[in-house]
């Protein structure tokens, strides 16, 4: 006989009037316990409300934009026998899905690293060629595959179009970026301290002394790799690298050529930004990503085209620098990699803080007048045009596998401009390598020196290959995003039976001691074996939380392993554990029902 239970809004705090932003269920559905059914938004925080327990919702009482309370009805439940539960979850078979929920780096490779053959292993003979080992790109990939490489013994070169180490990342990508996103964080935190009675006046932005901090940052980077290449005896070629035949590169600089030949050869370099039609490139004041870190002036109207990590993140930095930023998105949501919810307060905090969003819209031209850049857009809230002083165009990146020649080297490059690679970092030429973004997504420097490590082991004759369970991505905005192995929107597709443990900061006393609560920490467990297959995280210093729960994936951690791992109070890291506290129905520092 079933029994019917009103589900309840619990304890929320202080709040009065919550807005329901979402509503995750309908009436009829069968819900587990803890399933989270709404989701409400305050000025600090959202937070679900899960199911009190199992059985069929046969009422629901509550719509998106209504307003709730602790305490009001928005459901009736009707538990019924543990048949009818089961009979709701995907039945889906323990073998289509791996145990940690994510296929790896090496889900897409050709070759069965075991199947390599014996001489793939064997140390170049360097009587017959200039090098053991060219390293094609100075990247975060290619700079950790080329010192990796010189420290096993191998003779090393490593060819860099530009004139100093890094690549992409470190001269005009990751680190001045991230200097830069340090620079608006401070602003925004003097100005935020005024409404705790600490007041400073207008920043006096001095863009000359602000371009000389953001390259120093670089500059030192560049010279300390600079300096262990040295050490190390790695020989920099600089100039633009192009395979003549499957041993030999051409490198061009300055209107010299020198040839180079190699017994093995890793391909680093990299990517390049995608243009779009309608934009007049050839204008000045259209930008991307290395043009906007060049902080040629501050406009006071910014377009930004791609609502992704980049476009954010430099949306971001022009805003804190007092910009009036516009950024437009073709899909319905920001940053389409991560789920909506761990998306969300960012979209608000920004919303706040006067930046403009147009989702789901389309800029179909931009035309260049005398007073500034015309742009046309098709979108259901867009405006039909508005002018802008600046554009930065940032939807994407293309891989550069189209540049180099691989041709002349009997290479295979795709449609796209990736190369394909086994597991260790093989191409289907025994005695060539490729890594990073030129191999495929996600297109990040660290997965690139993951891989570029395996890959000089393996030139050096060592038995590697990749098996990272997951790579995390991060977003450096403000606040941050972070997230690891499989999103909630991946489970649901793949028909994972998945539970999750979310701890909003609004609880956390050093969020609130940082007036920075908007944020929280997420944790998606696989049913079925307990371990964790993903997480996220939202808020200031995600990015440095994020670690720590990519061991957690990596070592098979179950939500008792994490959260019985004691973690320092009070701080941003406990907030791992408490999420993990969530799911195990242990949690004190919130009040969610006996479990």
Not at 386 to 412: K, Q, T
């Amino acid at each position: 006989m079933s029994n019917r239970q009103e589900i309840r809004i619990p304890a929320i705090g202080d709040f009065e009037q919550v807005p329901v932003i979402e509503v995750l269920v309908a009436e009829g559905d069968v819900v587990e316990a803890e399933q989270s059914l709404i989701t409400l938004e305050s000025d600090k925080a959202t937070m679900d409300v899960p199911a009190p327990g199992s059985g069929k919702l046969v009422e629901l009482t509550v719509a998106e934009g209504d307003k709730v309370s602790e305490g009001d009805v928005i459901g009736v439940l009707e538990a019924g026998s543990e048949d009818e539960g089961a009979g709701a979850r995907d039945q889906r078979s323990g073998d289509e899905v791996s145990e940690d929920g994510s296929a790896g780096i090496a889900e897409e490779a050709q070759t069965d690293p075991a199947a390599a053959p014996a001489s793939a292993g064997r140390k170049p003979d360097s009587d017959s060629f200039d090098f053991d080992l060219v390293v094609l790109g100075s990247g975060p990939g290619g700079y950790t595959a080329a010192f990796r490489a010189a420290d096993l013994g191998l003779k090393v070169a490593l060819i860099e179009r530009y004139s100093s180490l890094g690549g992409v990342c470190l001269n005009v990508g990751c680190i001045p970026s991230k200097a830069l996103l340090h620079v608006g964080q401070v602003i925004d935190s003097a100005a935020r301290m005024a409404d705790h009675g600490v007041r400073f006046g207008e920043p006096d932005i001095d863009l000359d002394i602000l371009r000389d901090y953001k390259n120093g940052v670089v500059g030192k980077l560049t010279k300390g790799l600079a300096g262990m290449a040295s050490k190390r005896s790695v020989e920099v070629i600089q100039g633009t690298g192009c395979f003549v035949d499957p041993h030999r590169i051409e490198v061009e600089h300055d209107g010299e050529a020198r040839t180079v030949s190699f017994a093995r050869c890793i391909i680093a370099a990299g990517s390049r930004v995608i243009q779009i039609p309608g934009i007049p490139d050839d204008d000045a004041r259209v930008m991307d990503s290395t043009g906007a870190l060049e902080l040629h002036d501050i406009p006071d109207r910014l377009l930004v085209i791609g609502g992704g990590i980049i476009g954010l993140e430099m949306a971001c930095v022009y805003r804190a620098l007092g910009a009036r930023v516009t950024v437009v998105e073709l899909l319905d949501q920001l940053m389409a990699g991560a789920d909506a919810d761990l998306v969300r307060p960012l979209h608000q905090h920004m919303k706040k803080l006067g930046v403009r969003f147009l989702l789901g819209t389309r800029v179909t031209g931009v035309e260049a007048g005398e007073q500034g850049l015309d742009a046309h857009f098709e979108g259901p809230q867009a405006p039909e045009r508005d002018e802008f002083d600046r554009v930065l165009v940032s939807v994407g990146r293309r891989p550069n596998g189209d540049r180099i020649g691989a041709d002349r080297a009997g290479l295979d490059v795709d449609e796209r401009g990736f190369i394909a690679v086994d597991g260790q970092m093989r191409t289907h030429l025994e005695h060539i390598f490729a890594i990073g973004d030129i191999v495929g997504q996600p297109m990040l420097a660290h997965k690139a020196s993951y891989e570029g490590k395996i890959a000089a082991e393996v030139a050096a004759g060592h038995k590697r290959a990749a098996d990272a369970r997951a790579i995390p991505s991060v977003a450096y905005t403000d606040p941050e995003v972070a997230w690891v192995g499989l999103t909630e929107t991946q489970a649901k597709k793949e028909g994972l039976d998945y539970g999750v443990g979310k701890f909003p900061w609004a609880a956390s006393g050093r969020a609130l001691g940082m007036d920075r609560s908007e944020g929280f920490t997420k944790l998606i467990f696989d049913k079925k074996s307990g371990r964790l297959v993903g997480a996220g995280v939202v808020g200031v210093h995600a990015g440095d939380l994020i670690g720590e729960l990519t061991l957690a994936l990596e070592m098979g951690c179950d939500a008792a392993d994490i959260g019985l791992t004691i973690h320092p109070h009070p701080t941003l890291s406990e907030s791992v554990m408490m999420a993990a506290e969530v799911y195990e129905g242990t949690i004190t520092d919130l009040y969610l029902g006996r479990k």
